[in-house]
């Protein structure tokens, strides 16, 4: 549709499975699509009071189809995403405020690394190889999708699922991260990337009325796109700004920037493996 | 993935418009995909009873996040959809239990008609382009514009408050609940001995990746 770079928008929440998924894809899609991908650290807690919406998972048949579409859409999405044991507890009691803060001091001081921080915030909530096995061997994310198919030959789900599916390793003694306590907070940051002392002295932020109120002004926004759950992306395009909900709607996105769609995977990304 | 014929069900009432998305897709790919797609007429009112869920847009945000969606998808589903002015007294209040009886005893003594019956009922709730409004629906001409003679679709009339009918759709209805909607559509795939229901319109792409139609990109 011409040279000119269009505006994204993603407001996210790392309490939201779909918004790791959501946010995988538009990343991938960053460098093939011309947009700027702009992301926007929100409360989702914040979201649902606003617009009297409710967590889906508290409605039984919902939180139980979650649960299954989570685990196709790993394979589908190639994102190694897996609900946590006590999804209630993590999901409902514990929250996001201090984690989303933290990813809101990040994008104030350090936005180079938004990216990778709130990647390692979700490895920790949403995926259960991030300990164990996994990480004793001091794989990342990127290891994830860069690895040698012949390792995961034998770790392959029966079929219907095609064969050639990445599946990094479950082990029995992997359990989900926390991501209320410092500590938690601290650890996500230096697997992004940060030193001891930048990472240090985001967290020391987090309580900061600048930082504070950043984060209630992000959520805010989303509120007055009509954000009503997330993820939402928000594409500006051509002087209209379009709202899109959800992690499904990419397709749709790819056609309202005149964009091509390849998928949840794009081949750029396979292209080195 | 071999030459296999894989059963596809879609349960579906006509008072949803993502159902209506959902089996424009499914219709389309039924002869490109190696499927055998078997449409259900249901009730979501009972499946929103049954699972304590209520219809999205009773919240007022999502209700306008539904209605420019359907704009957008309009375009991009290639589906002559509108939201209805009326949309409450439409939707909420009528609801739909005679469209979907109707739609039963089409799917008992002519399945061969279901597909067009059904699409005629969906575009005279959710497509104003050719109807003004036409609550309550008109089934003689909706029969007839499927295809049906005036015989055949006056016989089926008489058929939508017999027991049997009756029982029909409560029975579909239930069979959805039990694969687990807590709304419509849902898209239940029997894959290798493998059983996977996919709620609404937006997740056709997992489907051609469950039924092997999609290849990892290497």
């Not at chain 1, 939180?63 to 995403?81: E, S, T």
């Not at chain 1, 897996?82 to 996001?96: A, L, R, T, Y």
């Not at chain 2, 993935?1 to 897709?25: A, H, K, Q």
């Amino acid at each position: 549709m011409g040279p000119l770079l269009r505006t994204v928008e993603l407001f996210y929440d790392v309490l939201s499975p779909y918004s790791w998924l959501g946010f995988e894809v538009l990343c991938r899609y960053q460098n093939i699509w011309n947009i700027n991908l702009q992301l926007r650290p929100s409360l989702i807690g914040g979201i649902m009071k606003d617009s009297g919406n409710k967590p889906p998972g508290l409605l039984p048949r919902k939180g139980q189809y979650m649960a299954n579409d989570i685990k196709l859409l790993r394979h589908h999405f190639q994102i190694p995403i897996q609900f946590p044991k006590d999804f209630f507890s993590v999901i409902i009691e514990k929250g996001s405020l201090s984690a989303m803060r933290f990813l809101t001091a990040v994008s104030l001081e350090h936005p180079e690394m938004l990216e990778k921080a709130s990647r390692e915030l979700w490895m920790r909530v949403w995926s259960r190889v991030s300990v164990g096995l996994w990480e004793s061997s001091g794989r990342t994310f990127d290891d994830f999708l860069t690895f040698p198919r012949n390792v995961f030959r034998v770790m392959i789900l029966p079929s219907p699922l095609p064969q050639r599916i990445y599946c990094p390793p479950v082990t029995p003694l992997s359990f989900d991260e926390d991501i209320t306590q410092p500590q938690s907070i601290l650890a996500a940051a230096e697997k992004a990337g940060m030193s001891a002392e930048q990472a240090q002295g985001l967290l020391e932020k987090i309580s900061t009325p600048k930082v504070k109120n950043q984060l209630k002004e992000t959520t805010e926004a989303a509120c007055r796109y009509g954000a009503f759950g997330l993820p939402i992306t928000v594409a500006h395009v051509d002087g209209q700004t379009h709202m899109i909900f959800g992690s499904d709607r990419m397709e749709l996105l790819a056609f309202l920037l005149g964009e091509k769609w390849m998928g949840p995977v794009p081949p750029a990304v396979n292209a080195r493996l | 993935m071999g030459p296999l014929l894989r059963t596809v069900e879609l349960f579906y009432d006509v008072l949803s418009p993502y159902s209506w998305l959902g089996f424009e897709v499914l219709c389309r790919y039924q002869n490109i995909w190696n499927i055998n797609l078997q449409l259900r007429p249901s009730l979501i009112g009972g499946i929103m009873k049954d699972s304590g869920n209520k219809p999205p847009g009773l919240l007022p945000r999502k209700g306008q996040y539904m209605a420019n969606d359907i704009k957008l998808l309009r375009h991009h589903f290639q589906i002559p959809i509108q939201f209805p002015k009326d949309f409450f007294s439409v939707i909420i209040e009528k609801g739909s239990l005679s469209a979907m009886r109707f739609l039963t005893a089409v799917s008992l003594e002519h399945p061969e008609m279901l597909e067009k019956a059904s699409r005629e009922l969906w575009m005279r709730v959710w497509s104003r382009v050719k109807f003004s409004s036409e609550i309550p629906i008109q089934y003689h001409a909706a029969a007839e514009k499927a295809g049906m003679s005036a015989e055949q679709a006056q016989g089926l009339l008489e058929k939508i408050s017999t027991p049997k009918v009756k029982n029909q759709l409560k029975e579909t209805t239930e069979a959805a609940c039990r694969y687990g909607a807590f709304g419509l559509p849902i898209t239940v795939a029997h894959v290798d001995g493998q059983t996977h229901m996919i709620f609404g319109s937006d997740r056709m792409e997992l489907l051609a990746f469950l039924l092997g139609k999609l290849k990892i990109q290497h």
